[in-house]
């Protein structure tokens, strides 16, 4: 098909402002234009791209998230090894390394670069003409792990960098750094985290790793991994005579270069560098473990070399780690909303990183036994970048005679209720639905920000509430009364005017909210908007079979089996038609779901199709919200199958999977082109 010169044009014109705009915003953060008009301009791009789908490029800003979820991630060898980094402890050893500079530099330039060394994973993205066709962890340095799809979703990482473009057939660029997780992103997803009843995630670069090593990208695009980049070569060549000028030559690229590094010119200055960072980190929004030290000169750090492991010429000057010791006087276990037990050490309180610290989560029955942990014990305990302190070694040589094991609790400690650990877990749960610890956590959740948001329902309140019998599940704040209420501890006329209104205010939350308020095992607030959407009311949800749950796009066996759960048991069923009598919003616009309409659909295309290429016919199906699949499972919607279709179709008939030809495929979207709103109102629009 020819295209007419227009839209190539527009099209170019578009992805250079949004790339320039993405750099300002993601790179610098120092954005030029609202982000409405931002929005505005993907906007535009995307609905330029709709109509002229053979102009797509994988570097379009557009193409951030893509893809299908990966069945597992594949080994990559390094083109060079990515080494790690000495460690020098203390002044002396520092002084060591200046030394052995000096020697290799007989008499020459003897100039060092300090650089935050950011606690993360290292990472290598190789460019090719200006485009980013890899993403490579460091693995054991000699090969690592694919995770292409999950860097394109990084925004700070550029797609495509016109810089890079036009110097000569062939040539690759890799850029190599340090990939990590703010901590305002870690706090925000160890936070939701708990609400569903997830294990936490003990540090940023935890987080970090088991995000990079994700197989959805979709999920890694709403974490906020971010990246700095500190080395560059082109053709496996330094593109420069100094490392300072690499990292302005990064920098001048488009890629984000962590601005807090200096040229020293004295160890002297290198020491203070160090002190002004330790001091310093606290006020930092990542985490940072440290400060490297590299030769500036090329050619100097090619004359020193490298061990197999570590380069001669640069070395880490670790902080001293933000640890205390302590003593724990108990390990009590604490009952979260999915019935969660989950142990934590009450601390002798000790001051640690500018706060007391006297309680500290041990996560679950695996991490005690890890830690060797007992009661009596005198342990480190470390202030990582979450709130919560965690307890990081014991001191074994410290352990009085009485020290004793923690026992793992036999019964709920709150309802005596039987307690429970699953296969697959290192937690225990309650597992009575009536154990009144329980009821308080979901209570709290249900009125939380995100959910129903019933502001001045704190923990006090709702522990005189259920003490006093006034309620037992959260349907029932809907029947409060001010009488009920004005003769509650610290509670007058006017606080509870206050909270009535709030309650009746709460009515009008979304079924999504309502949905992400019952606390249902492994539904997030996503999770929760996309059943919404899909089902349009809670009846409708509570009613779903596995089957349909499953076939719901990014709701996979897990939820689904967790949200069938939640609807049979009696306790919930009957709040549930409480929550109808209080006439609380439980229906919701759905999104179409008519065979007019691909939204949220998994497609599997086979076989060789006549008219349409597989790509064409892929850009079809994903234009219309839906998704192409290389499998054929339950949770399949339709099968495309062209000519010498082979397993995957025999796969499809023995699951009952609907199959169409190619000509019944074409008719079926082109139906949908006839209404274009249907498709228009419901496509994916999850971030570029
Ligand atoms: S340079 C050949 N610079 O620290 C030199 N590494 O403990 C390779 N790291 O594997 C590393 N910040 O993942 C360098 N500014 C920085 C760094 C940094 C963090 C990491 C990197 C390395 C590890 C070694």
Redesign the pocket.
Known sequence: MSVKSEPVEQIAGLRERIRYHEHRYYVLADPEIADGEFDELVRQLRRLEAAHPELVTPDSPTQRVGGNPAEGLVAVEHTLP????DNAYGESELLDFDRRVREAATGGQTGLVC????D???LALTFENGTLVRGVT?GDGLRGEDVTANVRTIRSVPLHVPALRHRGQGEKVEVRG?VFLPLDSFRKLNREREKNGEPLFANPRNAAAGTLRTLNPKVVAGRNLDVFL??ALVDGQVPCRNHSEVLKWLGAAGFKV?PEWKRCSSVQEVMDFCRLWEGKRKDLDYEIDGV?V?VDSIPLQHDMGETSKF?RW?V?CKFRAQQATTVVNDIQVQVGRTGALTPVAMLQPVRLAGSTISRATLHNLDEIARLGIKIGDTVWVEKGGDVIPKVVKVVENLRPPEARDFAPPRQCPACQGEVRRSEDEAVLRCIDPACSAKIKASLLHFSSRKALRIEGLGEALVDQLLEKGLIQDPADLYALKHEDLAGLDRMGDKSARNLLEQIEASRKRSLGQVIFGLGIRHVGERTAMVLARHFGSLENLSKAPQETLESVFEVGPVVAESVGQFFVQPGNRQMVKKLRKAELNLEEERAESSTSDLEGQQVVLTGRLAELTREEAGRMITRRGGRVTSSVSKKTAFLVAGEEAGGKLAKARQLGVRVMNETEFLSLVRRQEDQPHAGEKTAHHSGT
Do not use: H, T
């Open positions: 990515m080494l790690s980094l650089e935050l060394k950011i993360g994973l290292s460091r340090e500190y080395q962590n490297v590299k380069p640069a880490a």
